[in-house]
């Protein structure tokens, strides 16, 4: 294809915006709505079921999770999501992406429901089944990260296809939102319906015995959007990149897009015939040298930076109920029954996700066709910089009374620079910079390197934040959260340093940021 872009690419490259762009972030972006919802409301249910499962009415506290079920519960989906993308990414370029789609949202939609029903007469039964279902909920949007953020690529034009791909990724912050709202709702319902003292007034009676229904209906209500779309994600006809490029039928793919473009293209038959017989001949996988010599340093930036920001991300989100504690802004657990220190904690995170998470994103579809990606995520890396080591130098002054406000108003920012920032352009680069056969594949693994930063952050902070004098029962001395806010700064500097091996895709088609028109013969004399 070196003498020539296919007519049904060009086209779609310089498609004016209409309908079916809004329909296509729609569909894929219900899938993330979905997966924000169900990965981050674990956080808002996590210390229900330590009250419920673990509580010893000896002890002048409530229970929480052993460090070992915390650990689990808050960790499992992590790992289920990182074996999902680097699988459902490779499948999606074997068998196409609109071929196993369908299947990550039904997976999500099944296991998020059995979540919430999981069984068991013993605190550990419950606990197991619960971590069963939720490493399979991760498999399944594991699998929506590289085949949305590729979907979207491949359906946009090259001048607004930025915004298209980030306002997919944005509905995230309206599900951590939607979370957190739907918390508050079925707390307040359950906490006006079975009043109940706090834990110091009556330990036994501020367990309502009803509480062992709220984290269910948490855990399960997630579904219902994304099953709604279900029925149009398998009306999604397959990508033309995938079916031009890799199934090598460039009549189909103009076949397919003149429907939905509402537009007659027709296919120049030499070029289609050139495509069906193997193109430029650039066949090289992605074990070759071809490969290292074009993308590897592409493919080091994109796992690099995604697994750097990782680690603070998901130790910001999974762990912000406990920060919030440490400084005051949710009341001590004893002086609080058990639904409403969830309604507390929901009503903390929904105020960071509508202050800080949401506007973020929207920033980034606002500007990201603008500034560049480049731009945006080195800007966003040195901000969440600036901002951790706002919060870690003077934490004691954030923790002494009448301060608290101050550190949430800081802590929203990080969440704000994240996501007006590296939380979206690292999503967004690697469905844009590799050649079709590999687009799926190489954004699942740099998706399943973000994951294991999200791992080592979900695992790594829970210990490393405990009180080097005081931790909590159950747990070894840790460096405390001052400290661990300043590893946390630490690796977003490290994030800025990655960022500068990341190339700019702003406005140029996705074979030509890839270089898939050109055989590697010319690539060697250019």
Known sequence: ??????????????????????????????????DAYDLFCISLVSKLLGRIYYTDIASDTPGSLPPNVSAAVNGVALCGTLAGQLFFGWLGDKLGRKSVYGFTLVLMVVCSVASGLSFGRTAKGVVATLCFFRFWLGFGIGGDYPLSATIMSEYANKRT????????FAMQGFGILFGAIVALV???????????????????????????????????????????????RMKMPETARYTALIARNAKQAAADMSKVLDTEIQEDA??????????????????????????????????????????????????????????????????????????RIARAQALIALCGTIPGYWFTVAFIDVA???????????????????????????TTPGNHTGF?????????????????????????????????????????AGKAGAIVGAFGFL???????????????????????????GTNFLGMLMTLLVPESKGMSLEEVSKENVADDEEATA
Not at 463 to 489: S, W
Request: proline share 5%; charged share 15%; glycine share 8%.
């Open 1 to 34: 294809m070196a003498d020539g872009q296919l007519k049904v690419l060009t086209t779609l490259d310089h498609a004016r915006t209409q309908w079916y762009h809004f329909m296509a972030i729609v569909i894929a972006g219900m899938g993330f709505f979905t």
């Open 186 to 232: 079925v707390s307040a319902g359950f906490r006006n319906a079975y009043p109940a003292p706090s834990y110091a007034d009556g330990r036994a009676a501020s367990l309502v015995p009803e509480a062992d229904y709220v984290w269910r209906i948490i855990l399960m209500f997630g579904t219902v959007p994304a099953a709604l779309t279900y029925y149009w």
């Open 463 to 489: 210990y490393a934040a405990q009180d080097p004098h005081k931790p909590e029962a159950g747990y070894k001395p840790g460096i405390g959260i001052r400290n661990a806010l300043f590893v946390l700064a």
């Open 372 to 398: 560049g990606r480049f731009a945006i995520q080195l800007m966003g890396f040195a901000m969440m910089t600036v901002f951790m080591l706002g919060l870690a130098a003077p934490y004691h002054h954030w």
């Open 408 to 448: 949430v108003v800081m802590y929203g920012f990080t969440f704000f620079f994240a996501n007006f920032g590296p939380n979206a352009t690292t999503f967004i680069v690697p469905a844009e910079i590799y050649p079709a056969r590999l687009r799926s594949t190489c954004h699942g693994i740099s998706a399943a």
């Open 161 to 168: 296809r930025g915004a298209f791909i980030a306002a997919v």
């Open 270 to 343: 030499d070029r289609a015939e050139a495509v069906a017989a193997g193109g430029a001949g650039n066949e090289w996988g992605l074990f070759s040298r071809h490969f290292v010599r074009r993308h590897g340093v592409h493919l080091v930036a994109t796992t690099s930076t995604w697994f750097l920001l990782d680690i603070a991300f998901y130790s910001q989100n999974l762990f912000q109920k406990d920060i919030f504690s440490k400084v005051g802004w949710i009341p001590p657990a004893r002086t609080m029954n058990a639904v409403e220190e969830v309604f």
